[in-house]
């Protein structure tokens, strides 16, 4: 099966200044041969000569610290033993099984990142790990290795259960045998027993949750994949597995490749700011690989064109909106002060604050509200830049122009609000994000999300700002919606209505039907086409039954004050004079996952669309006239939030480091 997919199947190779190969590669030898040696490409007449040389690349998890301190690996001391050769029983057991392995498909050569690059050498390191992209697309093959969670743990010699069945035909006395009966796969009684081993090998092992790998695997063009029970060669158009399975198309793989989605405007964004989230969930063994360990992929995905890379960032006005995906790591909890002092003083350094890279924790930059990543939709022109960019500085540390960086500083200069001193906190909202509300002069004016989740009892904000980035709209056909007290909620046509009184979530049907009333005692169905019309109307909730004809009765009004926080009949907007347009009832989703049918009157419309306001928050750096980035905020047009809190305020210019 493997044989055939290299002989039968090409690829392609490109070049990375010029060079076709890296610096050096393990040397297997043949069948049987008890060591191996280390070779340097430009020394050698067959790659100074040949583009065509095939080899493998070994893609792996190193395990816990004291597994990775103890692995077979290259330093100055030991490179010329290396180079003379070393013995097979020197080697890590992962390493051991893939020059086997390389053996075996008569691969002549063998790359692997501890041996191959210099590990205590700096420069050498710095210019090998700039041509990851060269490694991985130019490999024969990339020998993946989920089945095993550490550099001293092979994958050759498999752990399954089994069981053998004695037969004997009762037709014909002379056949007998046994069958042997084993697991397809082998999945973790916590994982969702639909997946396969292949897909819990993508998307849930040890391996795949490595930084590392999300690369090495993305860019590589043909991957031999060792999970638990089998082995499957993976290519951008099919899986073959073993054991006679039929082919089937990369479609059918949970983890999403990169071949589709470069080369289109926006399509190469979007997917960046993708993988940059899958990427910021897995592990890395030193914070400091936090760039380089995507590098590869930057200057794969991002147009070559592009004039700037801004330490993981692109277009600062979009993309310096993440938030910190806290339940990742629940068990990690940091202080206001804990969190400034370690982006003040990180050691070693790994970004500016502003940058997503400054944070160990896994980040997300689809706020709902505004667009949603995972279904790559975006509207450019709604996204419009409220602030000027005076200066963005990036120092890099070596060579690649995506890796590690030694400082930065960014200068914006627009409207810098402070913090206003009354903030209410609204609980965890969706995957444990703890949004607060800022509250000012009794009216909502935004909603926060700060890098911090361990909150004293008097906690103090007061030396925090805003600093708005952009405004635009909100997209279309939202699949759920957040309310946190007021809401606006995008229709198509561009228009769009309010809901109030609840702070939760609510889940809107596709096709918004209900029960419904348009004037009184008529009954009708609602759906999208019937609020295009209703633009920035307001609604209040009132806790129904399904099926039930909307009324303004004394016992719905009571029963709504016990239904989960919902609006009573008192909270409802001065509506005299305003025409009722539409009543329908949909389910209303709340915090605990109970599910009640909620009453929705759409009032009168307002005209016009006014602009959501969104930005970060700062904190001033122990250095006078400097500032972290701490939080980020997004303001809702509604009572005194939207774009209209930020215009007619006095600009500022600030630094953020």
């Known amino acids: 099966m493997i044989a055939n997919s290299l002989k039968e199947r090409s690829y392609e190779q490109t070049?990375?200044?010029?060079?076709?190969?890296?610096?050096?590669?393990?040397?297997?030898?043949?069948?049987?041969?008890?060591?191996?040696?280390?070779?340097?490409?430009?020394?050698?007449?067959?790659?100074?000569?040949?583009?065509?040389?095939?080899?493998?690349?070994?893609?792996?998890?190193?395990g816990s610290k004291e597994d990775a301190a103890t692995q077979f690996k290259t330093e100055r001391f030991s490179l010329e033993d290396r180079l003379n050769g070393f013995q097979m029983n020197q080697v890590t057991p992962i390493l051991h099984d893939a020059i086997l392995t390389t053996r075996a498909l008569k691969i002549p050569y063998l790359w692997v990142d501890t041996v191959c690059i210099i590990q205590d050498d700096d420069e050498d390191w710095d210019k090998e790990s700039s041509r990851m992209i060269l490694v991985y697309q130019n490999a024969a093959l990339t020998i993946c290795t989920p089945a095993s969670a550490s550099c001293q743990q092979g994958v050759l010699a498999r752990d399954w259960n089994m069981t053998r069945i004695k037969f004997q035909s009762k037709i014909d006395e002379t056949v007998s045998g046994s069958y042997t009966l084993r697991f397809v796969s082998e999945v973790p009684a916590r994982v969702c027993t639909s997946f396969d081993g292949l897909t819990f090998a993508l998307l849930s092992s040890s391996w795949s949750n490595r930084?590392?790998?999300?690369?090495?695997?993305?860019?590589?063009?043909?991957?031999?994949?060792?999970?638990?029970?089998?082995?499957?060669?993976?290519?951008?158009?099919y899986i073959q597995s073993e054991g006679s399975e039929p082919e089937r198309s990369m479609e059918r793989v949970g983890r999403f490749r990169i071949q589709s989605?470069?080369?289109?405007?926006?399509?190469?964004?979007?997917?960046?700011?993708?993988?940059?989230?899958?990427?910021?969930?897995?592990?890395?063994?030193?914070?400091?690989?936090?760039?380089?360990?995507?590098?590869?992929?930057a200057r794969h995905i991002l147009p070559s064109s592009l004039p700037f890379y801004y330490a993981g960032h692109i277009f600062l006005h979009i993309d310096l909106f993440w938030v910190l995906k806290k339940w990742t790591q629940p068990q990690c909890f940091k202080t206001q002060d804990a969190l400034i002092q370690s982006l003040q003083f990180q050691g070693p350094y790994v970004a500016p604050s502003w940058s997503w890279a400054s944070r160990s924790d896994a980040v997300g930059f689809d706020n709902r509200s505004f667009f949603d990543i995972s279904k790559y939709r975006m509207f450019w022109c709604n996204f419009k830049e409220e602030c000027e960019f005076v200066k963005v500085s990036i120092s890099?540390?070596?060579?690649?122009?995506?890796?590690?960086?030694?400082?930065?500083?960014?200068?914006?200069?627009?409207?810098?609000?402070?913090?206003?001193?009354?903030?209410?906190?609204?609980?965890?909202?969706?995957?444990h994000e703890e949004r607060w509300k800022m509250i000012e002069n009794d009216k909502y004016v935004a909603y926060l999300s700060f890098d911090w989740d361990k909150f004293e009892d008097e906690e103090s904000f007061e030396k925090l700002s805003l600093v708005l980035l952009g405004s635009c709209k909100a997209r279309a056909k939202h699949p759920w919606q957040p309310m946190y007290g007021i809401h606006e909620v995008e229709v198509d046509g561009g228009l769009s209505y309010s809901l109030s009184g609840y702070e939760g979530e609510a889940e809107l049907d596709d096709e918004l039907q209900g029960s419904s009333a348009e004037g009184e005692g008529e009954q009708a169905d609602i759906t999208e086409n019937d609020l295009a019309y209703e633009a920035d109307g307001e609604c209040a909730i009132h806790v129904g039954e399904r099926g039930q004809t909307v009324e303004e009765d004394d016992q719905n009004h009571d029963r709504s004050k016990q239904g989960s926080g919902i609006s009573s009949k008192e909270d409802v907007p001065d509506t005299s004079g305003t025409r009722h347009s539409k009543a329908y009832v949909y389910p209303l989703i709340t915090p605990d996952g109970s599910g009640e049918w909620a009453e929705v009157t759409i009032l009168q419309a307002k005209p016009g669309g006014e602009r959501h306001a969104y930005g970060i928050v700062i904190h001033p750096a122990s250095t006078p006239g400097k500032y972290l980035r701490v939080g980020v905020f997004y303001s809702v047009p509604v009572e005194s939030g939207g774009l209209k809190y930020f215009q007619n305020r006095p600009t500022q210019t600030v630094e953020i480091i």
Not at 44 to 57: D, G, H, I, W
Not at 261 to 289: A, G, H, K, M
Not at 396 to 414: C, E, N, P, Q, T
Request: hydrophobic share 45%; with cysteine.
């Open 261 to 297: 989605y470069i080369n289109t405007s926006p399509s190469w964004y979007l997917f960046w700011l993708e993988v940059v989230q899958l990427y910021s969930r897995c592990e890395l063994s030193y914070l400091s690989d936090k760039l380089p360990a995507i590098s590869a992929l």
């Open 396 to 431: 890099l540390a070596g060579r690649d122009l995506f890796g590690k960086v030694k400082d930065g500083s960014l200068v914006i200069r627009g409207a810098v609000v402070p913090l206003s001193p009354r903030l209410e906190l609204l609980g965890d909202i969706a995957v």
């Open 211 to 237: 930084g590392w790998v999300i690369q090495e695997f993305q860019l590589s063009q043909r991957t031999l994949v060792f999970d638990k029970t089998k082995l499957h060669i993976l290519t951008a158009n």
């Open 15 to 62: 070049y990375s200044d010029g060079d076709m190969y890296p610096a050096r590669f393990i040397e297997v030898g043949g069948q049987g041969a008890l060591s191996c040696r280390l070779v340097e490409t430009h020394s050698r007449l067959e790659f100074t000569q040949s583009s065509l040389v095939p080899y493998a690349a070994l893609s792996y998890c190193w």
